[in-house]
T-cell receptor, first 117, second 115 residues
Framework: DTGVSQDPRHKITKRGQNVTFRCDPI?????LYWYRQTLGQGPEFLTY????????KSRLLSDRFSAERPKGSFSTLEIQRTEQGDSAMYLCASSPMGVAGDLGELFFGEGSRLTVL | AQKITQTQPGMFVQEKEAVTLDCTYD???????LFWYKQPSSGEMIFLIY??????QNATEGRYSLNFQKARKSANLVISASQLGDSAMYFC????????????FGAGTRLFVKA
């Protein structure tokens, strides 16, 4: 199965440390999204890419957050100088675009859970 | 501005009965798509059903149907013949061109199916 995969699934870190998450989308999908989800809430949009271009960033994405998709395939989300408020599930999703019959639904990975101590 | 509102934090339904989960949305874009996703306790988001703003008929997908009332800007999910495995969080979501084609989500409704 070639669904969306995320790594690591769980990360525990101390405040002030940097963390990086990786997302491998479905191979033929050109759009890739990052969301953040806290307990009991809906996913909050962070950023998305079309191929290698980062098209939009949420105001939620402070300058401590950076995302890349260098070759239009996998993506990384880095959080620098982590804070306890960064503790959340970070979800990656991918979607095809411009494909006949494409509804625009998102295909999600299982998420990367971050705990900042 | 785009907005999705789900006003039911939690819902209970008896097994084999139908349940409606509410969703209202706000957009100024005439072209948009509405989605429902299910998130079981395992955490993975699963796409359930889609309704386009220009679709004339309500979407159906197996036991799921979407009660789309465009003038009221509502897109309620109806689950028929509830099963224990339907217990999960359900999220309403919207994508429109005014929002740059990103998808935004509501806060969700937790559904509990009782045996």
């Amino acid at each position: 199965d070639t669904g969306v995969s995320q790594d690591p699934r769980h990360k525990i870190t101390k405040r002030g440390q940097n963390v990086t998450f990786r997302c491998d989308p479905i191979s033929e999908h050109n759009r890739l999204y990052w969301y953040r989800q806290t307990l009991g809430q809906g996913p909050e949009f962070l950023t998305y890419f079309q191929n290698e271009a980062q098209l939009e960033k949420s105001r939620l994405l402070s300058d401590r957050f950076s995302a890349e998709r260098p070759k239009g395939s996998f993506s990384t989300l880095e959080i620098q100088r982590t804070e306890q408020g960064d503790s959340a599930m970070y979800l990656c999703a991918s979607s095809p675009m411009g494909v006949a019959g494409d509804l625009g639904e998102l295909f999600f990975g299982e998420g990367s859970r971050l705990t900042v101590l | 501005a785009q907005k999705i509102t789900q006003t039911q934090p939690g819902m209970f339904v008896q097994e084999k009965e139908a349940v409606t989960l509410d969703c209202t949305y706000d957009t100024s874009d005439p072209s948009y798509g509405l989605f429902w996703y299910k998130q079981p306790s395992s955490g993975e988001m699963i796409f359930l059903i889609y309704q386009g703003s220009y679709d004339q008929q309500n979407a159906t997908e197996g036991r799921y149907s979407l009660n789309f009332q465009k003038a009221r800007k509502s897109a309620n999910l109806v689950i028929s013949a509830s099963q224990l495995g339907d217990s999960a969080m359900y999220f309403c979501a919207m994508r429109d061109s005014g929002g740059g084609f990103k998808t935004i989500f509501g806060a969700g409704t937790r559904l509990f199916v009782k045996a």
